[in-house]
């Protein structure tokens, strides 16, 4: 099965600064890359994510990029804001049949500090 | 209505109880997901149901029993749990997969205690 790895589980920044985190893939199979940003006691929500056709997207201040070949994937949040502070998960997707799995990274625990 | 609930939000129960979590969504999603979520941990993947039917199971032990009674609801029935089953129990839909569903929408999720 997938499994994914995720990088780092704590990550600490000023506000302003940029933030990066980077998951690998083991499975060629998976087509499919969200983010989740996770606040304590909430719902994951989905903030960004991209199909393995396409190598980045950005959307206002996070981007993702993907490389197919090495099998990684990267969030990149700029000017990091206090309100970003959360617990990010990668995850990739891997159809099976008429569904899909969604296997998750350990969590990247984000600190915005002012 | 583009959000998926979920109730209770909170449940406490015993070991000899019987319970069910409620999964409700008016997307007009075909998919939808349990997943069990540990303090600090990522979400697993326990159940999918792609067209009402049970589409994979994630080796999910017999005490935990799933049903999709229709396209917008999804149940999850608990009996004779374990303390080591308290957990987050989020659920997730998807547009389905045949028509290029990826993006799954989460619940707020039941924060169950076993006691």
């Known amino acids: 099965g997938e499994n994914v790895e995720q990088h780092p589980s704590t990550l600490s920044v000023q506000e302003g600064d940029s933030a990066v985190i980077k998951c690998t893939y083991s499975?060629?199979?998976?087509?499919?890359f969200p983010w989740y940003k996770q606040e304590l006691g909430k719902r994951p929500q989905l903030i960004i994510d991209?199909?393995?056709?396409?190598g980045e997207k950005k959307d206002q201040r996070i981007a993702v990029t993907l490389n197919k070949t090495a099998k990684h994937f990267s969030l990149h949040i700029t000017e990091t804001q206090p309100e970003d502070s959360a617990v990010y998960f990668c995850a990739a997707s891997l159809a099976t049949g008429t569904a899909s799995k969604l296997t998750f990274g350990t969590g990247t625990r984000l600190q915005v500090t002012l | 209505d583009t959000e998926v609930t979920q109730t209770p939000k909170h449940l406490v129960m015993g070991m000899t109880n019987k319970k069910s979590l409620k999964c409700e969504q008016h997307m007009g999603h075909r998919a939808m997901y349990w997943y069990k979520q540990k303090a600090k941990k990522p979400p697993e993947l326990m159940f999918v149901?792609?067209?009402?039917?049970?589409?994979i199971n994630e080796s999910v032990p017999s005490r935990f029993s799933p049903e999709c009674p229709n396209s917008s609801l999804l149940n999850l029935h608990l009996h004779a749990l374990q303390p080591e089953d308290s957990a987050l129990y989020l659920c997730?839909?998807?547009?389905?997969?045949?028509?290029?569903?990826?993006?799954?929408?989460f619940g707020p999720g039941t924060r169950l205690t076993v006691l």
């Open positions: 149901y792609s067209y009402e039917k049970l589409s």
């Open positions: 991209i199909r393995s056709n396409v």
């Open positions: 997730a839909s998807s547009q389905a997969l045949l028509i290029g569903g990826f993006e799954q929408f």
């Open positions: 499975d060629s199979a998976s087509n499919y």
